[in-house]
């Protein structure tokens, strides 16, 4: 088993920059693909960015273009999301998202994660 928790979600100004953590504990090491996924009230889960296992390879969802920023301590067993340029639109509860056995076709898609934190809520206000 996988726990997940995350953290520093918060009321932000437009333009303004937060950095969230993510910490995995129990059954979670250099070979698990964490990633942020992020949710909008009506909307479905989106891909925001992940890390690929081994390599620490990022990939980013194509809304990001450049404004976010994944990174990983393996050390401390957590990912970061550093956010700049933060837009209304990014309003959401951000998840941060853990699996030991994902393959890369398949990294974006949600459903694929088998481990989820609880999210953290960004409110970005314009």
């Known amino acids: 088993q996988v726990q997940l928790l995350e953290s520093g979600g918060e009321l932000v100004q437009a333009g303004g920059s937060l950095r969230l953590s993510c910490t995995a504990s129990g059954h979670a090491s250099r070979s698990s693909t964490m990633a942020w996924f992020r949710q909008a009230p009506g909307k479905e889960r989106e891909f925001v960015a992940l890390m690929w296992r081994d390599t620490g390879r990022p990939t980013y969802g194509d809304f990001v273009k450049g404004r976010f920023t994944i990174s990983r301590d393996y050390g401390k067993n957590t990912v970061y999301l550093q956010m700049n340029g933060l837009q209304a639109e990014d309003t959401a509860t951000y998840y941060c998202?853990?699996?030991?056995?994902?393959?890369?076709?398949?990294?974006?898609?949600?459903?694929?994660?088998?481990?989820w934190g609880q999210g953290t809520q960004v409110t970005v206000s314009s």
């Open positions: 998202a853990l699996d030991n056995n994902i393959i890369l076709s398949s990294r974006r898609d949600p459903d694929q994660y088998d481990y």
